[in-house]
Structure formats: structure tokens, C-alpha cells
């Protein structure tokens, strides 16, 4: 009497039985990695905004270590007067060395510090409301990115792309490049599935297109091995779907693992920039020592932007300026000025500026007072960014901190309504993207927030 009624065949051939075991073994493969899977057949797939969006994409330019406010894009007059005089336990009031003019049809204020970027004065919208929740780099960083200083949290890049998906089926939908300040924390993707986590790309003058994504290209098997490795993956899949029923996560793998195949031939020409003539580059200004590292951030974020990638952030470091303040925030500057223009240049003269939201500054700002001689401390209650392009006003300022620049005190702008406002850009309301987690519904902007809908043109 046979009791045992899943025996393997004995008339199976050898080919047979190892086909059978190689299912086997592959199952158990596909059980781990469906249950680490967004429940979504293609996590990746283009899905409708919750309202009529002002901009396509966001373009962030990050500057790494909080750069003071009231020596670049707040002008506080009343500094000159009280410059030197005691503001508390003997700290004294520092006047900006820089001088302001206004600048552009709208007259903004802008310092001598960016003099290229003051030329597109007329496109920019000053958040001069702006404060933070906590003084300190490392967590003030995360809370940009994230919403929250004390708990891993998706990026807002992350959000963004699991919000409304990706243009572009051959490129991820979130890129970094040269990130600085805050970790892999500041552009991963927290408890959402890790399709919506950015891709880093690390650009200098030496890099080549080839090495901007570690480990992008396989180096031991070829293009058609590859195929057929996918393919293998894809039977297996089918195999499991017949015998056991559809896992919706496994095909979400499957979607991840194929992306990082089309990218190897999609990447390297994206981020291969002697493509562009020598004008672009110029207008960046890539081959000038000052410019250079930048200005190619800069032209691969608008390349980037131009081949549908939703989110784009690029770093700039070196803003804390606790000492030598002369020198170095001049230098900072000099370092980034340019390229700015010339990006917000690039994008107006492509007709891609009203659809792309270019956004400017870093985790907070400066005190007005001293630190030392020729420096200024860190500043989370009051400091300025700026956006342009995407639906914005331009030649627009919102919000001011009080005379000396120390709080915000009108229009006053939080990281969640800035989180909010950048979201309602993109055409998302903050308090309906959700993801279930833990037995609750998340948001970018937790349970706080709010649109300052003053700031859209």
C-alpha cells in the first residue's frame, strides 16, 4: 500500500528531477523575497496626482551645514546699526560684511554674494519665514529630509516617487547625487518598499560615467547572460504562480530587478556630460576650478530632469561657518553661485522651468550675533530658503524674521508645512499620502503641517 502520495515519479529523467528541485530551492527564494515586497505588481508605475500638480518634478539644492541667512538672502538693515553691541552673555550683534541691492524688476534684496544667482532675482520666491526644531546638524538634516530627527523615516524623495511614480521605466525616479550630511537616512526609504529609496550617483571631474553608480555594471556576465538570468527568474516565477498561487510582491522584485538592468545602458549616457557643447558648459561653469564640482551637479540634475526622473537632489558641503566666516562662506558661495544661474538659465531657455521646482538652502540658519570674531553659531528659529520655478511667484518674498534676523516671526514656515507646501506642488494633498505601517497610517508630515498656498503664483 503506497501511503506517501508525493513521491517524484521514478520515469522523471535526470533534466527533469533537477528542474523540479531547482524550482524547489527557488520557491524558497521567492517566499523570502516576496514577503519583504510592496503588495503592488509594479511599485514603480505612474499613478494620478490628488490634484492638478504646479510642477512635474523637484529639483534640491542642498547646502550642507546651514548657511547664514542674513549674509545671503536676508537683509537685515538694522544689523548695521547694532553692529557690535552686546545681544546676550556677551555675544555681540555681527553686521553682514556683504552688502545688499535689490535686485531684478521685483527689487529683491539680495547680497553681493550672489551676484549671478541675483540676475534671475525675478523667478525666485524667498522663504524668509523659515525655522527649524532642533539646532543641531546631523538631526536637523534628517528632519528635513524626513520630517523626523529621531526616527528612521522615508525621504521625501521617497514620498514623492511612491506618491506619483516614475516617468521614466529605464531610470530610478529618486537620484542623489554627491550626498553629504544626514546618511544613507537622508534618502532612503524608511518603511516604504525599497523601490522608492534614492539612487546615489557620485560626481567629480575625474569620475567617469561608468563609475557613477557603484557596482551598476556586471562585470561578470554580459548583456545577453544577464537576459537570460531575468528570463530564468520569470519562469521561476510562473512556476510558483501555477503550484502555489499569484504573489503580488515577487513580481515587485522582479520589476526592481529589471530596472537595474535597463539602467546599465540608460546611465551611463545620462551622466556622460561631454555630450553637451562647450556654451553649456560654460553657462554652468564647468572648467573653472571655483565651479566646476558643482556646475556638474547642477548640469546632471537638468539631464536628469529632462529624462522624467521625479526627484533630484544635489549637495553642496562646507556651510559651517563657526570661524573665518569671510572666507569661507565667500568661498561657498563662489563655489555654487554660478551653476545655480546657470541651471535656472538652462531649464527657462528648455521651457522647463514652469514645470520644475527648483528648491535652495539648508537644515537652518546663522545667528545674527558673533561667534568668536568672524563667525556666526547655528540658528534653527528663523532662517531663509528659496524656491523658483514649478508654479511659485517670482520676484516674491514670504515671510521675515524680526529685525535682526533671529526668529521667524510672519509667515512663519515649519519643515512640515515646507514638506507640505512641496507636496502640494507636485499635485499631492500631504494628509492623504499615506502608508500603512505598524498598525497606522504615516505621512511626510506626521500629523502636523499645512499648504502655504500664498507662495503659488
Known amino acids: 500500500m503506497n501511503l506517501c502520495s508525493n513521491r517524484i515519479s521514478t520515469e522523471l529523467d535526470r533534466r527533469a528531477m533537477l528542474q523540479t528541485l531547482a524550482f524547489g530551492f527557488g520557491w524558497t527564494a521567492f517566499n523570502g523575497m516576496a514577503g519583504a515586497s510592496p503588495k503592488v505588481d509594479d511599485p514603480l508605475a505612474l499613478k494620478p496626482s490628488h490634484h492638478t500638480?504646479?510642477?512635474?518634478?523637484?529639483?534640491?539644492l542642498y547646502m550642507s551645514g546651514a548657511p547664514s541667512h542674513v549674509d545671503t538672502f536676508d537683509h537685515k538693515p538694522a544689523l548695521v546699526g547694532l553692529d557690535g553691541q552686546e545681544y546676550r552673555r556677551n555675544a555681540k550683534l555681527l553686521a553682514s560684511p556683504w552688502k545688499f541691492r535689490p535686485r531684478g524688476d521685483s527689487g529683491l534684496m539680495i547680497s553681493d554674494l550672489f551676484p549671478a544667482v541675483a540676475e534671475h532675482a525675478d523667478e525666485l520666491c524667498l522663504l524668509r519665514g523659515m525655522k527649524a526644531g532642533i539646532p543641531a546638524h546631523a538631526q536637523a538634516s534628517l528632519q528635513l529630509h524626513t520630517g523626523s530627527f529621531q526616527f528612521v523615516r522615508p525621504s521625501m524623495g521617497s514620498w514623492?516617487?511612491?506618491g506619483l511614480g516614475n516617468a521614466n521605466e529605464n531610470l530610478p525616479g529618486f537620484v542623489t547625487i554627491n550626498?553629504?550630511?544626514?546618511?544613507?537616512?537622508?534618502?532612503?526609504?524608511?518603511?516604504?518598499?525599497?523601490?522608492?529609496?534614492?539612487?546615489?550617483?557620485?560626481?567629480?571631474?575625474?569620475?567617469?560615467?561608468?563609475?557613477?553608480?557603484?557596482?551598476?555594471?556586471?562585470?561578470?556576465?554580459?548583456?545577453?547572460?544577464?537576459?537570460?538570468?531575468?528570463?530564468?527568474?520569470?519562469?521561476?516565477?510562473?512556476?510558483r504562480e501555477r503550484r502555489a498561487g499569484r504573489v503580488q510582491g515577487l513580481e515587485s522584485?522582479?520589476?526592481?530587478?529589471?530596472?537595474?538592468f535597463r539602467m546599465q545602458s540608460e546611465v551611463p549616457d545620462v551622466v556622460d556630460l561631454g555630450t553637451e557643447d562647450?556654451?553649456?558648459?560654460?553657462?554652468?561653469?564647468i572648467g573653472s576650478n571655483?565651479?566646476?564640482?558643482?556646475?556638474?551637479?547642477c548640469l546632471l540634475a537638468r539631464r536628469l530632469a529632462e529624462e522624467g526622473v521625479r526627484f533630484i537632489e544635489i549637495t553642496a558641503g562646507g556651510w559651517d561657518t563657526h570661524r573665518n566666516m569671510r572666507e569661507a562662506l565667500a568661498e561657498r558661495?563662489?563655489?555654487?553661485?554660478?551653476p545655480i544661474a546657470g541651471l535656472l538659465a538652462d531649464l527657462k531657455q528648455r521651457r522647463m522651468l514652469d514645470d520644475t521646482l527648483v528648491v535652495w538652502g539648508g537644515e537652518f540658519g546663522r545667528t545674527p550675533y558673533a561667534q568668536g570674531d568672524d563667525g556666526r553659531d547655528h540658528n534653527a528659529r528663523g532662517f531663509t530658503m528659496w524656491m523658483a520655478g514649478g508654479g511659485v511667484k517670482g520676484g516674491f518674498s514670504y515671510g521675515s524674521t524680526d529685525e535682526t534676523g533671529a526668529e521667524a516671526v510672519d509667515g512663519v514656515m515649519d519643515i512640515h508645512d515646507w514638506h507640505a507646501?512641496?507636496?502640494?506642488?507636485?499635485?499631492?494633498?500631504?494628509?492623504?499620502?499615506?502608508?500603512?505601517?505598524?498598525?497606522?497610517?504615516?505621512?511626510?508630515?506626521?500629523?502636523?503641517?499645512?499648504?502655504?498656498?500664498d507662495v503659488f503664483a
Open 278 to 285: 562647450r556654451r553649456t558648459l560654460e553657462l554652468y561653469g
Open 333 to 338: 558661495c563662489l563655489a555654487v553661485d554660478q
Open 421 to 453: 507646501t512641496i507636496l502640494h506642488a507636485l499635485g499631492m494633498d500631504h494628509e492623504r499620502l499615506t502608508f500603512n505601517h505598524a498598525g497606522r497610517d504615516f505621512r511626510l508630515t506626521d500629523v502636523h503641517g499645512r499648504v502655504h498656498s
Open 253 to 260: 522584485v522582479l520589476e526592481q530587478y529589471e530596472l537595474a
Open 160 to 162: 514623492s516617487v511612491y
Open 179 to 239: 550626498p553629504r550630511g544626514g546618511g544613507a537616512g537622508s534618502y532612503g526609504s524608511g518603511f516604504l518598499p525599497a523601490a522608492y529609496q534614492g539612487t546615489p550617483i557620485e560626481l567629480s571631474r575625474n569620475s567617469s560615467a561608468s563609475n557613477a553608480i557603484p557596482n551598476l555594471k556586471n562585470d561578470q556576465h554580459g548583456e545577453a547572460v544577464q537576459r537570460r538570468q531575468l528570463g530564468l527568474l520569470r519562469q521561476l516565477e510562473k512556476e
Open 53 to 60: 500638480p504646479t510642477a512635474k518634478r523637484v529639483i534640491f
Open 290 to 297: 571655483a565651479t566646476d564640482g558643482f556646475g556638474r551637479q
